[in-house]
């Protein structure tokens, strides 16, 4: 494995210190009330220093995103004997750290209100979704799960109704009860996934 440079090594600890400073700002003042300035002077890096790590706020916000993908991809199971919501436990609760990590505001505004050109958690290559598809395959691989069913209809479902959970109890400013809502629509939904047994 090759060493890193010292270069890269400083650049590398430059990045961290700007992500780690903007999603504590972003956090206290939303995505929209924190300027790239006032990150740059908090984290101690000019702003010629931001723009060659960053293109814009808007790639800030998705490297942020990005570096909480570790939320989704801890969990293991053994899908001949666990349940598939013990998989849907794991799910609500990734995406329950992801909310309390980077706060509702932050996390509703880039679901419904990206800056243009952002990604959204669910893109494809986020571990999010990938985390969902391998479970969802290994569990119907098991006999969990109904055979016929399409494995990215089944995710499809599962994100449309985490965007709708999300939208609807945020804009209700009912964030507290919104994990226990997303899991119980979730094992109702997979009532209808799972195989006869």
Same mark, same amino acid.
Do not use: W
């Given at each position: 494995m090759?060493k890193?440079t010292?270069?890269?090594?400083?650049?590398?600890?430059?990045?961290?210190?700007i992500?780690?400073?903007?999603?504590?700002?972003?956090?206290?003042?939303?995505?929209?009330?924190?300027?790239v300035?006032?990150?740059?002077?908090?984290?101690n890096?000019? @702003?010629g220093? &931001?723009?060659?790590?960053f293109?814009s706020?808007?790639?800030?916000?998705d490297?942020?995103?990005?570096d909480?993908?570790?939320?989704?991809t801890?969990?293991?199971?053994d899908y001949?004997s666990?349940s598939?919501?013990?998989?849907?436990?794991?799910?609500?609760?990734?995406?329950?750290?992801?909310?309390q990590?980077l706060?509702?505001?932050?996390?509703?505004?880039?679901?419904?209100?990206?800056?243009?050109?952002n990604?959204?958690i669910?893109?494809e290559?986020?571990?999010?979704?990938?985390?969902?598809?391998?479970h969802?395959e290994?569990f119907q691989?098991?006999?969990?799960?109904?055979?016929?069913?399409?494995?990215e209809?089944?995710q499809?479902?599962?994100?449309s @109704?985490f965007?709708g959970?999300l939208?609807?109890?945020?804009?209700?400013?009912?964030m507290d009860?919104?994990?226990?809502?997303l899991r119980? @629509?979730?094992?109702?939904? &997979?009532?209808f996934?799972?195989a006869?047994?």
């Amino acid at each position: 494995m090759r060493k890193m440079t010292k270069q890269a090594m400083k650049t590398n600890e430059t990045r961290q210190r700007i992500v780690a400073t903007a999603t504590q700002l972003m956090r206290c003042d939303g995505f929209e009330n924190t300027s790239v300035r006032q990150i740059c002077e908090e984290a101690n890096v000019s @702003i010629g220093s &931001f723009y060659h790590l960053f293109e814009s706020k808007a790639a800030l916000l998705d490297a942020i995103l990005g570096d909480v993908n570790s939320f989704y991809t801890d969990a293991e199971f053994d899908y001949e004997s666990d349940s598939p919501f013990l998989f849907v436990d794991r799910l609500v609760d990734s995406n329950l750290n992801l909310i309390q990590t980077l706060t509702p505001t932050i996390v509703f505004k880039a679901f419904f209100e990206p800056p243009s050109g952002n990604k959204t958690i669910y893109f494809e290559q986020r571990s999010s979704n990938q985390f969902t598809l391998k479970h969802l395959e290994g569990f119907q691989n098991a006999g969990k799960l109904k055979k016929e069913l399409s494995i990215e209809q089944m995710q499809t479902e599962m994100v449309s @109704i985490f965007c709708g959970s999300l939208y609807t109890y945020y804009t209700l400013e009912r964030m507290d009860i919104f994990p226990e809502k997303l899991r119980e @629509i979730y094992y109702h939904l &997979f009532s209808f996934y799972l195989a006869p047994s």
